[in-house]
């Protein structure tokens, strides 16, 4: 066989497997893609939350259950249960974000000293990492030092924070209501700690 020849057909093998490993690495259901900029394109559930105290209304969040399903089963189904309503902002940081969710110690009227101690009687989550960035509306899990450790809180960015980009686990974003997040009560300190009478969550309903 000519040298051109069997040039050309190695250039070609080469750009055969090029195409195949591009394929077989972007398909749906090998690695989670960034999800789609449009609202309600995700195709994942969708959760409803009335949010009742300075700030009053509701906010509809898109969760992604491509990009973190086992953070999205624990989401519904502790909204299902009930275990949300009643649950604080606890931990809200102007420019930051509005963190909630705490179903043992973040229900209103209770000790807010212990508020963002607490999770779930479920077991933590291991972490579902993807390449979805911390921007406006995006809404995150909280968890502690272990990666693994994430539960039943989430938190809602008031602006972006690359810094979180691929540390925590995106479990979906705001795609109603981000006028409501906007003016929950923000929290003191370098931590965000809500003093007094925070926002409630006094309702979270799985809606789609």
């Known amino acids: 066989m000519r040298k051109s020849v069997l040039a050309a ?6 750009g055969v497997g090029l195409v195949a490993w591009y394929y077989f690495a972007t398909v749906p259901g090998s690695t989670p893609q960034v999800v789609n900029d449009a609202p309600g394109e995700a195709g994942g559930p969708q959760i409803e939350i009335t949010v009742d105290g300075e700030a009053q209304g509701k906010i509809v969040i898109e969760l992604f259950e491509n990009l973190a399903p086992q953070h999205v089963e624990r989401i519904t189904t502790l909204a299902e249960e009930g275990a949300y309503d009643g649950v604080v902002f606890h931990r809200v940081i102007d420019g930051f974000m509005a963190q909630t969710g705490d179903v043992a110690y973040g229900l209103e009227g209770g000790d807010m000293r212990r508020a963002g101690t607490g999770g779930s009687d479920y077991p933590d989550l291991p972490a579902e990492f993807s ?3 911390f921007v406006r509306g995006t809404v995150g899990m909280a968890r502690s030092a272990d990666p693994d450790s994430a539960n039943s809180q989430f938190f809602i960015m008031f602006d972006e924070a690359p810094h979180l980009d691929g540390g925590y686990t995106v ?3 705001v795609i109603e209501g981000m006028d409501v997040v906007m003016d929950i009560k923000r929290g003191e300190g370098p931590n965000g700690a809500v003093t007094g009478q925070p926002d409630v969550m006094t309702n ?3 809606i789609e």
Do not use: K, N, Y
């Not at 057909?9 to 080469?14: K, N, Q, S, Y």
């Open 131 to 133: 390449e979805e960035p």
């Open 204 to 206: 979270v309903d799985v």
């Open 171 to 173: 479990v979906g974003r």
């Open 9 to 14: 057909w190695i250039i070609f093998l080469a």
